[in-house]
């Protein structure tokens, strides 16, 4: 495209340049690179052509972030599920920016999350922030024709999975593959899932608390409740106002609860007055906001894990006692969790330090080692990635 002199017209660069088309003011995301300078420069070469289409891609839709890598040695590139729109079509903000307006939305502006239950909710802005999240994930230009694995929940059922796969198709991708969840975490968790020996995992999400067994690669039980920590943050927001007369929004429960991890004795809260209307912060001891959140965080965890292991056969059960129960998720940073379920269900409980990421990261390891469904060789590459396993030595001559 050339301008009136016949000069190249040079469109905006970086992933932060965007543009707006249509009547709707609909926001895409504008070109990642520069335009070239002269014929040919800055086009990839067919190495780089042949290394992108080899390349995996994981992708993990959760409730409370979308996360995306590309490739073994890339980074997570992380964005929270919030998106404020703007009447029906433009988008106002999406991610980090987004989750600050939380509960300072005004007029036609709406705060929503595109995502649900690892399911798409609106396609067209799931794509645009799928997009945007390939572009920080360490390469400029986007993938297109290549492979792609999908983390997705075992609540999902055959609409929401020809969804996930028509979104990837749209982004580009021509291969895609659906990854479940637990076995995705359990890889990520360093868990070695190439084994006769039962393991459970437990995943706490913003939405849904999701226990899984998993043996030799395959999710034989699961079981799910819709206690996340969003009906933690509407337990909090609740207790705060029969018992202490302070309205905080969702974003000041979130806050809350991180803040809850690195505290000694009292926790800072700031709000409203429910009489007055008033601005008005108080002290909470740690102690009362463990008898709020923990009862139920620990009920949601143990009932799924009960559950599951009710049908279970009794050499499966043995080996959870002996191996204990994994907590992945974000919610399974809750200050006090930890102990709490280990005392009710007098089990060994674990957390991985790294524990939001594990399913995406899992996700890549499967992909890497070839997975397409229950694929033996593939679980035993991927745990060998992950250094659960040693090599079997060479056979004799």
């Known amino acids: 495209m050339r301008g009136r002199l016949g000069a190249p017209r040079v469109p905006p660069s970086g ?3 965007w543009r707006s088309r249509g ?11 520069p335009a ?3 014929c040919g420069a800055g086009r990839p070469t067919r190495e780089e052509r042949l290394s992108t289409l080899r390349s995996c891609t994981a992708i993990d839709l959760g409730a409370s972030s979308l996360r995306v890598r590309r490739g073994a040695g890339a980074p997570v590139a992380s964005m929270p599920a919030r998106v404020v ?28 999350r595109p995502t649900s239950g690892g399911t798409v909710a609106d396609q067209r802005v799931t794509q645009i922030m799928v997009r945007t999240l390939m572009r920080e994930s360490g390469r400029a230009r986007l993938t297109y024709g290549g492979r792609v694995g999908v983390c ?16 990837c198709r749209e982004v580009g991708f021509s291969d895609v593959r659906l990854v479940p969840q637990a076995l995705a975490a359990a890889v990520g968790a360093g868990i070695a899932v190439n084994t006769p020996y039962a393991s459970v995992l437990v995943d706490l999400g913003a939405e849904h608390t999701s226990a899984a067994l998993v043996v030799y690669g395959r999710v034989i039980a699961s079981r799910s409740t819709r206690t996340g920590g969003d009906a933690l943050d509407a337990l909090l927001l609740r207790h705060l106002r029969e018992e202490h007369q302070v309205v905080i929004g969702a974003a000041a429960a979130q806050t809350v609860k991180t803040t809850l991890r690195g505290a000694r004795d009292t926790v800072s809260v700031r709000g409203q007055d429910a009489v ?12 009362e906001l ?3 959140l923990l ?15 009710a049908g279970c056969p009794v050499e499966m059960a043995a080996d959870v006692y002996e191996r204990g129960i994994v907590l992945t998720g974000g919610g399974a940073r809750l200050h006090g969790l930890v102990e709490a379920v280990r005392k009710e269900s007098d089990l060994p409980v674990h957390v991985v330090d790294d524990c939001e990421l594990i399913a995406v990261k899992g996700t890549q390891m499967l992909m890497d080692a070839g997975w397409a469904g229950v694929d033996r060789s593939a679980l035993r590459a991927a745990a060998l990635a992950a250094g659960e396993l040693e090599p079997e030595p060479a056979a004799a001559p």
């Open 85 to 112: 729109l703007e009447g029906q079509d433009s988008i106002f903000a999406m991610g980090e920016d987004a989750v600050a307006m939380e509960g300072r939305t005004w007029g036609a502006l709406k705060l929503c």
């Open 290 to 292: 463990h008898e709020v």
């Open 23 to 33: 009547r709707g003011g609909v926001i895409v995301p504008g070109p990642a690179d």
């Open 36 to 38: 070239p300078t002269a």
């Open 15 to 17: 992933p932060a340049a």
């Open 295 to 309: 009862p139920r965080a620990v009920a949601a965890v143990c009932d799924q894990v009960t559950a599951v292991l």
């Open 276 to 287: 007055t209307a008033r601005p008005r912060g108080l002290m909470l001891p740690v102690g």
């Open 152 to 167: 997705v929940s075992p609540a999902v059922t055959d609409l929401g999975a020809a969804a996930l796969r028509q979104l």
